[in-house]
Nanobody
Framework: QVQLVESGGGLVQTGGSLRLSCAPTGRTFSRDVMGWFRQAPGKEREFVAG????????YYSDSVKGRFTISSEAAKNTVYLQMNSLKPEDTAVYYCAGRGLYGRNQAGDYDYWGQGTQVTVSS
C-alpha cells in the first residue's frame, strides 16, 4: 500500500524558514499533481501549493505566494515545500497529497494523503 510520508516540520520563530519533504513509500506511486495542504486547529484544510510532475507547473495560494516555493526531484520521487518569511498564521499541520491530472486544487480532488507534519511559528 502506498503511503506519503512528510518530514521537516518543527518550531521556528517569525521570519524563519523550514523545508518540508514528501516521498511515497510502498509500491510504485504515480499521481500527476502533488500538493501541500495545511490545517490549523478549528479551521478547514486549505490548499497551499501544488506542482505538476510533467512540466513543473506550480500553483500557490495567495496567502503563501512569494514566500513558499514548491519543487520536485523526480529521481527521488520527492516533493519539497520551502517556506520562508514564516508568520504565526502559518502554524498548522501540513499535509502532502497527490491527485490526477484533471482534478482541482481542493482537498476533495486529492486521493492520496500523508499523515501530516506540524509546523509551529512562534511570535
Amino acid at each position: 500500500q502506498v503511503q506519503l510520508v512528510e518530514s521537516g516540520g518543527g518550531l521556528v520563530q517569525t521570519g524563519g524558514s523550514l523545508r518540508l519533504s514528501c516521498a511515497p513509500t510502498g509500491r510504485t506511486f504515480s499521481r500527476d499533481v502533488m500538493g501541500w495542504f495545511r490545517q490549523a486547529p478549528g479551521k478547514e484544510r486549505e490548499f497551499v501549493a501544488g506542482i505538476r510532475w510533467s512540466d513543473g507547473r506550480t500553483y500557490y495560494s495567495d496567502s503563501v505566494k512569494g514566500r513558499f516555493t514548491i519543487s520536485s526531484e523526480a529521481a527521488k520521487n520527492t516533493v519539497y515545500l520551502q517556506m520562508n518569511s514564516l508568520k504565526p498564521e502559518d502554524t498548522a499541520v501540513y499535509y502532502c497529497a497527490g491527485r490526477g491530472l484533471y482534478g482541482r486544487n481542493q482537498a476533495g480532488d486529492y486521493d492520496y494523503w500523508g499523515q501530516g507534519t506540524q509546523v509551529t511559528v512562534s511570535s
